[in-house]
């Protein structure tokens, strides 16, 4: 059963009729750019199929309840009284809730279900998709149409202000954005975008490595404070407005961990910006090349890479099918990406996934009981939509 018909006949089981809306987002694997959105960098990412879905009705109250059943919980507020709690799922939906209606939006008070299958914590922005579902189910029922760009600024103000996380606007972006058949390059100061296809006979898979993290903990922010003190030194608003001349001028007045931290953000602006003109060039190997470069770069300048990722992104940048492979996403743990010869996608993933299980995965023991490794072959999806059955 699709999730789209999973979410309608959870709905109908619970409100014994069927929904009036049924919206969706996608996650999103970034092929490239990783920690430049929040320092208005460039970003080249893509929508996956994997997705969240809501089947909605609005009702005659003013209150919203939302049944999340992949966590097996049921929330509700009042769209007149409400305010920040503890972290749960519910507060993506409150956090949209809260900056819409200071934007002077009229709300309508709906009740649904929601359910996906973008896996929380691996870097394929399971939030994003939450909150670009979320925004689209209030336009459904309240009667009033935002932009894709305003929509995802309303994503990353729940994320920096309502949940205290200073992430960038990259993931939003793509999911609110996202083109069939399209990676898009986002300038995420400007925030104007443009369409980058895929090189011929590639495909892109997704590696996960069955390890998660939790951005909240403070790691992604503590890089984000250490771009911002770099920027101090160097005397730029962000670190898109530097350059290596300008750094390697101030190399011997900089802290040597904050060197590194900017030298990784510097270069990962020119390495997208090069990658969005190989695939337009349709070409593979550079695109590859330059995915293998930004992981080393995360590794070993960003240090936001980890066990589990490098060894998968080592694996699969040994087979002969791999153009490159980098981690992915905020980093820590979680997912890592790799362009391949799409006529040999689902054996290098075989491959991959046994090598990794063998060499690595199954003798640490400090593995969750449920983690699970996986691989997916993508192609790129269409961004958030709004259904009507």
């Given at each position: ?70 966590f097996a919980q049921h929330s509700s ?223 070993d300048d960003f240090e936001v890479s ?55 995965f199954n003798d640490r023991p400090s ?23």
């Amino acid at each position: 059963m699709s999730l789209k018909h999973y979410v309608i006949a959870q709905f109908i089981e619970r409100f014994h009729t069927p929904p009036t809306f049924v919206v969706r987002a996608p996650g999103r694997v970034n092929l490239i750019g990783e920690h430049t959105d929040y320092n208005d960098g460039f970003v080249l990412p893509m929508a996956i199929e994997h997705a969240v879905w809501i089947a909605l009705r609005p009702n005659a109250t003013r209150t919203l309840n939302l049944a999340f059943v992949d966590f097996a919980q049921h929330s509700s507020f009042n769209l007149d009284q409400f305010e920040r709690g503890a972290f749960a799922p519910i507060e993506y939906v409150k956090g949209m809730a809260q900056k819409l209606l200071d934007d002077g939006y009229e709300l309508v008070g709906w009740e649904g279900v929601m359910s996906g299958n973008v896996p929380a914590g691996a870097g394929l922005s399971s939030s994003a998709a939450v909150e670009m579902a979320v925004g689209q189910a209030f336009q459904a029922v309240s009667g009033f149409r935002i932009s894709p760009h305003q929509l995802a600024q309303h994503g990353q103000w729940v994320e920096n202000e309502w949940l205290k996380l200073k992430s960038g606007i990259m993931d939003q972006m793509i999911s609110a954005s996202g083109v069939e058949g399209h990676a898009l390059l986002i300038d995420c100061r400007s925030l104007a975008t443009q369409l980058a296809p895929l090189p011929t006979h590639s495909a892109v898979v997704i590696m996960d490595t069955g390890t998660r993290r939790n951005l909240v903990d403070g790691k992604y922010n503590e890089r984000f404070n250490e771009c911002a003190q770099a920027c101090r030194a160097l005397g730029v608003n962000k670190l898109r407005d530097a350059d290596l001349s300008l750094l390697e001028n101030h190399a011997g007045q900089l802290d040597p961990l904050i060197y590194r931290r900017a030298r990784h953000v510097i270069s990962e602006n020119a390495r997208t910006l090069q990658a969005c003109e190989t695939m337009r060039r349709d070409d593979a190997t550079q695109l590859g090349q330059l995915m293998n470069a930004s992981h080393a770069s995360l590794r070993d300048d960003f240090e936001v890479s980890g066990e589990a990722l490098n060894e998968i992104v080592e694996i699969a940048q040994a087979q002969a099918e791999c153009f490159g492979a980098r981690m992915t996403g905020g980093g820590f743990a979680g997912c890592a990406v790799a362009l391949v010869n799409r006529e040999h996608a689902n054996a290098f993933a075989e491959r991959v996934l046994h090598t990794y299980r063998e060499a690595y995965f199954n003798d640490r023991p400090s593995m969750p009981n449920d983690a699970t490794p996986q691989l997916y072959v993508c192609t790129p999806s269409q961004g958030a939509q709004i259904l009507t059955d």
